[in-house]
Each structure stands twice: as structure tokens, then as C-alpha cells.
């Protein structure tokens, strides 16, 4: 029995993020769909003859990012820092709320109406408003920016996660005659932990699209959004889309690490409907 | 403490009645019942005769609407902050997010056991269950009979004198549930626990039963209780695979069976009739 055992248990070991399993074809197949786009957009810039101004060729989107990489590095950096730092400022914030709201239905009430409001109002559009609280010489504006932002996606898969707790764990519980700390230690958190990450990965994109569109609307320069907007203002149209290029691996960055940490905290969590 | 004598539970004129809004849906009327120290008692009915809204009275995790339910002596209450009972139910519930040795240990845990002391006990547990290589494995890595096992494993963490166990096999295979059956035979036999169980199979509960309570749905109440003992099966503790072949097993399951399915009592009110 024991061997037929091992057995089952080795195959059914581990069931996701499987490198080894990973086809030729999944790899292929997004990165023929990019050369084909690419191609075609070079040859419709080159054979139609379009300004820059409309749309600038690929090559010449290229050429500098390459010219300009440490600049793109160092505009990364800024718009980066702010919004990590307002992802690990709005992720408490959100999970220290939503584990409030699951403890009180007063605070859960009373919660309601504040973020749903957040969650309709496009939180960018607070910018100019907290550059002048702040000082438009700070980053902190565009740091609050990004925590709003990534503090509602957190703080509502939260508490979702806290209301999971299975029935039979619940009894579980009762039946060892834990203390509510107990309960909230052993059972509830865990349980909420993979959701908690799953809010912080919708919110990663969030965090750094909110923290280069708060850009626009003034503040110190250095950032990738502040880049883009002076990039085009002088016409430099390939420069400024060289440093869309790296907004675009930055925010893939920050949902990549996200996704790999939500994957390795639910690995043994069945995946939920 | 307690004397030997004290029966492990002494269930006595218990109601429980669920009132939503105007319904009033009578789950158990006037169900008397005790399980002596050591002894394994059935609970066999068909969905809705209340088998499990019994057990969830006696581990405390409900509260009868009348009569009285004592479980060594104390109230359920009292035996469930003293630990009386371990407990298992049909989904196994194990932490997915810790080993299996944690999850038995965690009952210890809880109970501020140290964890020199949480490590031996679930070393000798995992291979009570036979489970000596799985201990740092994760539940997810277990199949359905093993995980029902570390449930079991759990269940028995704190020596408890009294077992509960809501159709702790009901969602296994045939030949997982005789072998899981075997095993929990055993496992009684050596920590010598009473035990209340729950199942929807006559030949399990005739199987590993000292008496088998036979109930019946709306109002749910006790029809019989079947003495599953005697010449060919002996004490549930000395049940082995021959068992199932003897002439006294096919009996007593046909003598539950006719209390499942015979002709209403006379003077019970409310009977399906099907």
C-alpha cells in the first residue's frame, strides 16, 4: 500500500507554477503575436510615410530607448519608489481596514459609503489637490496617490479572504474551545492571506499607473510621467514613447514579483471559484 | 474526578427544535440515549432523522430547546472547555496551509502543549494512523483516505475518552471506508475511547458498533436500538475482516434494515411512508 501511495502522492505534489510542464507553444505563441504586431507597424510607419507625431516607428522607438536607457533607468526608479511605497502604505492601510470592518458591522457600515466612494472617483484626479497640501517640491502627493489607490482592490479582497473561513474549521475552532485571538491567529488569517495577495496584485498595476499619471499633473521631475509629458511637449515624439516603453516594464515588473508572492502564499490553497 | 462508572454521554428527553420565522421544524423529540465508557454507539437513520444535530448537541456546537445531555458527568459545555471529546466530521478540515503534523499537533497548540512534548505525540499518532512519512507533507498532498486519517489523527491528539465522528467515511471509496473501518477498530480498541458515530451505511454502523440507534425523520426520533454483539461478532473491539462474513453480521444488518424500512411503530405520530 505504502509504495502505491508514494507514488500518488509524488505525482499529485505541488499542483502549480510548474516550470517543467510549461509548453514550447505557450512561450511561442505571445512572442510570434509581438513580432508579427511589431512587423506590421514598422512596415505601415515605413511604406505610408507617418509622421512621428502621429505614430513613430518601432526602430525609432528603439533607438531610444537604447540613446536614453539610463534616463528611462532613473525615471523607472522615481515613479517606481513612489509607487512601492505607496503599495506597502495603501496594503496596511487596506488590510488593516478590512480586518476592522470584518471585526465590527458598525465600522463595515460605516465604511461602505467612503469606499465605494474612493473606489468610483478616479483617484489620479485628487492629484493637483494633494500637490498643494503637500508641497509640489515632494513626492508624498504622488506616494498618497498610489496608497489610495491600492488600499481599495486590498481592502476589498481582504474582506472577502476574512469571511472564508470554512464551516468545518469554524466548529473545528469551536470545538477545541479557542479563544477569538486564537480563531483570528490560526484560522482566519491564514485563510484571507491568499486573498490579501490577490488584491495586492490587481492593486501593483494600479500603484504604478497612479503614480505616473499623478505626475502630470505636476510635482518634482525625474519620474517616467514627467518624462513622457516634457518628451512630448518638445516633439521629441520617439523619446517620449521610449519612456512609455518603460512604464510598461516597470508596471509589468510590479505585477510579475506580486504574482509570483501570491503564488507561492496559495500554493496550498485549493484555487477558489 | 469523575468514577469509571459515569457513562460517556446520558442523553436525556432531548427536543431541538429550529424555528425560522412561522416554520417550526422539529429536528429531534424526546430522544433518550447513553454511551458507556468504551462503548461505540451508531447513529443510523435516513437525511433529516436529526443523527447529526444529535452529535452537535452532545460536542456543545448547538443547544437542545429541552431535556438534558451530560457528557461524563458535566454539561456539554463544560466537557468542550475541558476537552472531553475529540472530534471528526465528514469533510476531513485539515489547515491547508500546514503540515500534517501541524494539524494534529494543533488542537495541543491551542492548549499551550510545548512543542517538544506537540511532537512526540504526533509522531506516535501519525503511526497510530499509519502515516509515519507523511508528517511533512501538506493535506493537499493527501489523498481523501489519508486526510480523513490525519482528521482522525487530530481528533485523538489530546487521548480524548470520547470520540465524535459525523460520517467521518461518508465521502471515501468502498474499499478505502472497509480498510478506514479496520482501522478505526483498532485505533478504539487501542486508546479504549467511547465512541458516537454517525453514518447513513447499515453494514458500518453494524460493523463497529456495540448498538446501533436506529432513527427516523419529522419529527426525528429514536426507532430502536440494535444490539450488535453476540455469538460471531463479539465487542467492537474484536472486529475483524471475517466479520463481515459471518451469518450474525448479515442478521443484525437485516434486523436494522427492517427497523429502517419495516412498518411504522404503532403510536408514533408523523412517519413518512414511502
Given at each position: 500500500?505504502?509504495?502505491?501511495?508514494?507514488?500518488?502522492?509524488?505525482?499529485?505534489?505541488?499542483?502549480?507554477?510548474?516550470?517543467?510542464?510549461?509548453?514550447?507553444?505557450?512561450?511561442?505563441?505571445?512572442?510570434?503575436?509581438?513580432?508579427?504586431?511589431?512587423?506590421?507597424?514598422?512596415?505601415?510607419?515605413?511604406?505610408?510615410?507617418?509622421?512621428?507625431?502621429?505614430?513613430?516607428?518601432?526602430?525609432?522607438?528603439?533607438?531610444?530607448?537604447?540613446?536614453?536607457?539610463?534616463?528611462?533607468?532613473?525615471?523607472?526608479?522615481?515613479?517606481?519608489?513612489?509607487?512601492?511605497?505607496?503599495?506597502?502604505?495603501?496594503?496596511?492601510?487596506?488590510?488593516?481596514?478590512?480586518?476592522?470592518?470584518?471585526?465590527?458591522?458598525?465600522?463595515?457600515?460605516?465604511?461602505?459609503?467612503?469606499?465605494?466612494?474612493?473606489?468610483?472617483?478616479?483617484?489620479v484626479a485628487l492629484a493637483p489637490v494633494l500637490y498643494t497640501m503637500f508641497g509640489a517640491a515632494v513626492d508624498t502627493g504622488r506616494i498618497v496617490v498610489a496608497a489610495l489607490a491600492v488600499s481599495i482592490p486590498v481592502y476589498f479582497n481582504t474582506l472577502r479572504g476574512l469571511r472564508q473561513v470554512s464551516t468545518v474549521h469554524r466548529e473545528l475552532m469551536s470545538a477545541y474551545a479557542a479563544t477569538p485571538t486564537q480563531v483570528i491567529r490560526t484560522v482566519t488569517l491564514p485563510t484571507a492571506t491568499p486573498y490579501v495577495f490577490t488584491g495586492l496584485r490587481i492593486a501593483s498595476s494600479l500603484a504604478v499607473i497612479s503614480a505616473l499619471i499623478a505626475e502630470y499633473f505636476g510635482g518634482p521631475v525625474g519620474g517616467l510621467g514627467k518624462a513622457i509629458t516634457s518628451a512630448a511637449a518638445s516633439s521629441n515624439y520617439p523619446l517620449a514613447w521610449a519612456y512609455v516603453t518603460g512604464s510598461i516594464v516597470l508596471g509589468l515588473a510590479f505585477y510579475v514579483v506580486t504574482l509570483l508572492v501570491e503564488l507561492w502564499f496559495a500554493r496550498h490553497t485549493p484555487p477558489t471559484p | 474526578?469523575?468514577?469509571?462508572?459515569?457513562?460517556?454521554?446520558?442523553?436525556?428527553?432531548?427536543?431541538?427544535?429550529?424555528?425560522?420565522?412561522?416554520?417550526?421544524?422539529?429536528?429531534?423529540?424526546?430522544?433518550?440515549?447513553s454511551v458507556a465508557a468504551g462503548e461505540f454507539v451508531s447513529l443510523i437513520g435516513p437525511s433529516g432523522c436529526g443523527k447529526s444535530t444529535l452529535l452537535r448537541l452532545v460536542a456543545d456546537l448547538d443547544t437542545p430547546t429541552a431535556g438534558s445531555i451530560s457528557v461524563f458527568g458535566k454539561t456539554p459545555r463544560q466537557a468542550r472547555r475541558d476537552q472531553d471529546y475529540g472530534i471528526a466530521f465528514q469533510q476531513a478540515g485539515l489547515l491547508p496551509w500546514r503540515t500534517v503534523a501541524s494539524n494534529i499537533e494543533l488542537p495541543l497548540k491551542l492548549h499551550g502543549v510545548g512543542s517538544a512534548e506537540r511532537r512526540a505525540r504526533s509522531d506516535e499518532l501519525l503511526e497510530l494512523v499509519g502515516l509515519e512519512d507523511f508528517g511533512k507533507h501538506?493535506?493537499?498532498?493527501?489523498?481523501?483516505?489519508?486526510?480523513?486519517?490525519?482528521?482522525?489523527?487530530?481528533?485523538?491528539?489530546?487521548?480524548?475518552?470520547?470520540?465524535?465522528?459525523?460520517?467521518?467515511?461518508?465521502?471515501?471509496?468502498?474499499?478505502?471506508?472497509?480498510?478506514?473501518?479496520?482501522?478505526?477498530?483498532?485505533?478504539?480498541?487501542?486508546?479504549?475511547?467511547?465512541?458516537?458515530?454517525?453514518?447513513?451505511?447499515?453494514?458500518?454502523?453494524?460493523?463497529?458498533?456495540?448498538?446501533?440507534?436506529?432513527?427516523?425523520?419529522?419529527?426525528?426520533?429514536?426507532?430502536?436500538?440494535?444490539?450488535?454483539?453476540?455469538?460471531?461478532?463479539?465487542?467492537?473491539?474484536?472486529?475483524?475482516?471475517?466479520?463481515?462474513?459471518?451469518?450474525?453480521?448479515?442478521?443484525?444488518?437485516?434486523?436494522?434494515?427492517?427497523?429502517?424500512?419495516?412498518?411504522?411503530?404503532?403510536?408514533?405520530?408523523?412517519?413518512?411512508?414511502?
Open positions: 500500500m505504502s509504495a502505491a501511495v508514494t507514488t500518488a502522492v509524488a505525482e499529485a505534489t505541488r499542483p502549480r507554477l510548474r516550470l517543467r510542464d510549461l509548453r514550447l507553444g505557450t512561450v511561442l505563441a505571445p512572442l510570434v503575436v509581438g513580432v508579427v504586431f511589431l512587423g506590421g507597424w514598422q512596415l505601415l510607419v515605413d511604406g505610408l510615410g507617418i509622421d512621428p507625431y502621429i505614430v513613430p516607428a518601432p526602430s525609432a522607438i528603439w533607438d531610444q530607448v537604447v540613446a536614453g536607457w539610463s534616463n528611462i533607468v532613473d525615471g523607472m526608479q522615481v515613479t517606481g519608489r513612489n509607487a512601492l511605497i505607496g503599495m506597502l502604505v495603501g496594503g496596511v492601510i487596506g488590510v488593516l481596514g478590512a480586518i476592522l470592518a470584518s471585526l465590527s458591522k458598525v465600522v463595515d457600515q460605516m465604511a461602505v459609503p467612503i469606499v465605494s466612494a474612493l473606489s468610483v472617483v478616479p483617484i | 474526578m469523575t468514577p469509571a462508572s459515569t457513562a460517556a454521554i446520558e442523553v436525556t428527553g432531548v427536543d431541538r427544535i429550529f424555528r425560522r420565522r412561522r416554520d417550526e421544524v422539529v429536528a429531534l423529540r424526546d430522544v433518550s440515549v501538506h493535506p493537499d498532498q493527501l489523498s481523501g483516505g489519508m486526510q480523513q486519517r490525519v482528521a482522525i489523527a487530530r481528533a485523538l491528539a489530546e487521548s480524548p475518552r470520547l470520540l465524535l465522528m459525523d460520517e467521518p467515511f461518508g465521502a471515501l471509496d468502498e474499499i478505502t471506508r472497509e480498510r478506514m473501518q479496520n482501522e478505526l477498530v483498532r485505533i478504539c480498541r487501542d486508546t479504549g475511547a467511547a465512541v458516537l458515530f454517525v453514518t447513513h451505511s447499515i453494514p458500518e454502523a453494524v460493523f463497529l458498533s456495540d448498538r446501533v440507534v436506529v432513527m427516523s425523520p419529522r419529527p426525528g426520533r429514536i426507532v430502536d436500538i440494535v444490539t450488535a454483539g453476540g455469538a460471531g461478532l463479539g465487542s467492537s473491539h474484536e472486529r475483524t475482516d471475517e466479520v463481515r462474513d459471518a451469518a450474525e453480521f448479515f442478521h443484525t444488518v437485516a434486523a436494522v434494515r427492517e427497523h429502517l424500512h419495516g412498518s411504522p411503530v404503532a403510536g408514533v405520530r408523523g412517519v413518512e411512508s414511502r
